[in-house]
């Protein structure tokens, strides 16, 4: 029977001889109702509404949904909806491509990148020579040098050839390997390089290499609106529409944004990378590949990036830690990323947890005032994951604060207009 409540809220639990759910030397016991911190959060319109799971290798130990698919609160929130992941793609997507064709031998992470995209030049003779140097490490580190190129969404009448001419044009800031530098583009090549070394479309590789055996069933670009449960992300006509505007002029398939999913089918790849590689009787990925791609960037003192991954926080010193939404209880070594749309998925290899939370922050809120909530609310429900395991110790993450709860800055808003009139 199809639950169509306001609130889902399915605790799944395994009891011991004192009633509580065992996860390794911890216990789940929601002492923390996160189901009043998901109220609050869509009261201060951080979000219309989200889905949380979180679990070990082999058990879900939450998996709750709250809030509806807009602000009118016409159609609630459900465990098997749609969420565009944005930045996510990053990880479950691209970066799990590249770590099966290196297991294959196909590529290695030395690899020059002209190697396979030898168009990768200029747009001078300079630019042409640093970039022989970027390898698919750099690209994965986001230490290439290369610079966001958004000259392309406003390419209107380009062919997708012309799209993908105007990126490789794109001129480096940095020498290869010089500094970090955060950058979509890294991953838009290596989802192309995916294509180049697989000869396949990336989503068709995806879906047949990786969705597919791992059986992640609602997972793929470009759902389109005849998929029933997609909540829609910054507007009701942008239904199955990537929010991307990069993502979106290469027609929605591409190494950094685009991919779609649901709780259930990230559940099964966060406990795919738990259960080192396997997931139920089905080997994806060798424990030593894992391994490799989720251990931070020692070259980089001070960065917190792995191969593709981002980690929770860099425990050196006088370093910034920035990754508010993995919560203040997580280790530093926990893998993670964070999706522009308001996704972020934190899995602990340490102490063997996940925690994947997928909202629609931008959802008709184009004020960033009011993004801030969604900071803050995030933060504070990934936390109170660990502290329903029993984790007090807090980390180094800061504590986000709060700003004006949403009621107070239309009020503020309107009392500057009736000034000012």
Not at 44 to 63: E, H, M, S, W
Not at 99 to 128: A, W, Y
Not at 135 to 151: E, K, P, V, Y
Request: charged fraction near 20%; glycine fraction near 6%.
């Amino acid at each position: 029977m199809k639950i169509t409540m306001t609130i889902l809220f399915t605790i799944l639990c395994v009891f011991s001889s004192s009633g509580l759910l065992a996860v390794q030397n911890y216990h789940y016991q929601p002492t923390v109702d996160i189901n009043q911190l998901f109220q609050q959060a869509i009261k201060d319109r951080a979000f219309p509404g989200g889905c949380l799971v979180a679990g070990t290798k082999d058990r879900v130990l939450i998996k709750q949904c709250a809030g509806y698919h807009t602000y009118k609160k016409e159609t609630p929130v459900q465990i098997e909806d749609l969420f565009d992941l944005a930045s996510m793609t990053k990880v479950v997507a691209t970066t799990t491509a590249i770590m099966k064709l290196q297991e294959q031998h196909k590529l290695k992470l030395s690899d020059k990148i002209v190697q396979f995209l030898p168009e990768f030049t200029g747009p001078d003779r300079k630019q042409s020579e640093m970039k022989k140097k970027i390898t698919i490490a750099h690209l994965l580190h986001h230490r290439s040098g290369i610079q966001d190129n958004h000259a392309i969404t406003r390419l209107k009448s380009a062919t997708l050839n012309e799209r993908w001419e105007c990126l490789f044009k794109t001129p480096l800031k940095y020498q290869p390997g010089q500094k970090e530098l955060y950058a979509d583009l890294n991953f838009i090549l290596l989802g192309k390089i995916v294509e180049r070394v697989s000869k396949e479309s990336l989503d068709h590789y995806l879906a047949s290499t990786v969705f597919t055996p791992l059986g992640l069933r609602n997972t793929s670009f470009n759902p389109g609106v005849s998929h029933k449960n997609i909540v829609p992300t910054y507007s009701k006509q942008s239904l199955g529409m990537v929010h991307d505007p990069i993502s979106r002029s290469l027609g929605g398939v591409a190494g950094h944004a685009g991919l779609f999913s649901t709780v259930t089918d990230l559940q099964y790849f966060a406990q795919m990378i738990l259960n080192q590689g396997r997931h139920n009787s089905m080997k994806l990925l060798e424990a030593d590949t894992i391994t490799l791609f989720t251990q931070r960037d020692s070259s980089s003192p001070g960065s917190t990036r792995a191969l593709g991954w981002d980690t929770a926080y860099s425990p050196y010193k006088n370093t910034k830690p920035h990754q508010f939404s993995a919560g203040q209880y997580i280790d530093p070594d926990a893998i993670g990323h964070t999706g522009y749309t308001g996704t972020s998925i934190w899995i602990s290899p340490t102490q063997g947890i996940y925690v994947i939370l997928l909202t629609n922050r931008v959802f008709e809120n184009p004020d960033p005032a009011a993004w801030r909530q969604d900071r803050y609310w995030r933060q504070k429900i990934n936390s109170a994951v660990w502290r329903n395991l029993g984790f007090t110790q807090k980390n180094a993450l800061y504590n986000e604060p709060l700003v004006k709860p949403y009621s107070q800055i239309l009020a503020s808003a309107a009392l500057h207009i009736k000034k000012n009139k």
